[in-house]
């Protein structure tokens, strides 16, 4: 059984940042993003990276241009550097990772993490 673990949610003003870790599988080469569920919505997708690394990604359009996805794939960790956060970023934020590719990377996703919240405050 695959565990990823988030780590780096919180609480931010409106234009701050947060980096967000998670530490993913320590085998496979499998692609890795983010989810989120906004307060009262369902989980929509943030972010993914390929096993290759930022070469190939995908961000939700309403994440284009603030939130940056990265991996270390020595540290089997994918981070989401989130800049220039409003408050309709606040969600409850999600790991993920599959072995289809990020054009595949969907809420079927094979592993998931806990979560951890982030809430952005005006």
């Known amino acids: 059984q695959v565990q990823l673990v988030e780590s780096g949610g919180g609480t931010v003003q409106t234009g701050g940042s947060l980096r967000l870790s998670c530490a993913g599988p320590t085998s496979g080469a499998y692609t890795m993003g983010w989810f989120r569920r906004p307060p009262g919505k369902e989980r929509e997708f943030v972010a993914a990276?390929?096993?290759?690394?930022?070469?190939?990604?995908g961000y939700a359009d309403s994440v284009k241009g603030r939130f940056t996805i990265s991996r270390d794939n020595a540290k089997n960790t994918v981070y989401l550097q989130m800049d220039s956060l409003k408050p309709e970023d606040t969600a409850v934020y999600y790991c993920a990772a599959d072995a289809r590719g990020v054009g595949k990377f969907s809420k079927s996703a094979d592993f998931w993490g806990q979560g951890t919240q982030v809430t952005v405050s005006s």
């Open positions: 990276i390929s096993y290759l690394g930022s070469s190939n990604t």
